[in-house]
């Protein structure tokens, strides 16, 4: 691409003479000629979870600044200028920008880092490089890699509202948990330990027996020490005492 640029003139001196003529539409031509190159460092983000389309976005303002930017009196041609100009974008934008959650600046540059330098030592070695060897690339403790793996899922929280599945149309909020049809029993219960706190312990007694332990009125008056009928009479007024306090609360609701 730039040895079809310098073929007919210098990038370089194309830039000097749009900016002194000014005219819009010759810097629109000389930026969308270096647009494949922002491409192609945006593509070296692609592990982070953020879209390519949104990385490729953020190449080309890194390549408009480079253009505004670059000086060609400093000697240095403009490729090697916009490079690090385009990637510093790229990484501005993913250490400011997709953190949800705080994480130290130094963690952040070093997640941003990891992902390049472990895929080009996995396409140098034909493996998945060590912890020791990015350390060593990366000029960091083996603690320091380590940690940057751990606060990497940090970096981004998925929506609810995202699709579970690639194509789908089940959201991922339709996933995670659901109604629990024992909230409602569970709230009950706590209102009926406190009707049955304002209950006569015998009373209090008697419904356990019945209700909980699932004994026969027979068999709750053998343990209890009175006759059958007596514990009818203690079931039937202790239903009643509970519909009366039932009563009492929904009037205090309404």
Do not use: C
Not at 142 to 164: G, I, K
Request: aromatic fraction near 4%; charged fraction near 30%; hydrophobic fraction near 40%.
């Amino acid at each position: 691409m730039t040895q079809a640029v310098s073929g007919e003139r210098g990038w370089e001196a194309r830039l000097v003479d749009a900016r002194q003529s000014g005219d819009p539409s010759e810097r629109a031509a000389l930026i969308e000629e270096f647009m494949p190159l922002a491409s192609r460092l945006a593509w070296r983000f692609r592990r982070s979870n953020e879209a390519r389309d949104d990385l490729v976005q953020v190449a080309y303002m890194g390549l408009v600044k480079a253009v505004d930017r670059f000086d060609p009196e400093h000697g240095a041609r403009f490729p090697s200028f916009a490079v690090p100009t385009i990637l510093g974008e790229l990484r501005r934008h993913l250490r400011d920008r997709t953190w949800r959650l705080r994480v130290p600046r130094r963690l952040q540059n070093l997640v941003i880092a990891l992902g390049p330098v472990s895929e080009a030592l996995s396409s140098r070695l034909q493996r998945a490089p060590t912890v020791a060897e990015l350390a060593k690339v990366l000029h960091v403790s083996l603690e320091d890699v380590l940690e940057a793996r751990e606060v990497s899922d940090s970096q981004f929280v998925r929506s609810l509202d995202e699709p579970a599945q690639r194509e789908g149309k089940v959201s991922l909020a339709d996933t995670v948990g659901g109604e629990d049809r024992e909230l409602a029993r569970a709230e009950q219960g706590v209102v009926l330990d406190g009707w049955l706190g304002e209950l006569p312990p015998r009373q209090r007694e008697i419904l356990r027996l019945r209700f909980e332990e699932d004994l026969t009125q027979r068999e709750i008056a053998e343990r209890s020490g009175i006759s059958q009928m007596h514990v009818s009479r203690l079931l039937r007024r202790s239903l009643e005492d509970l519909r009366a306090m039932n009563g009492r609360g929904e009037d205090a609701a309404g």
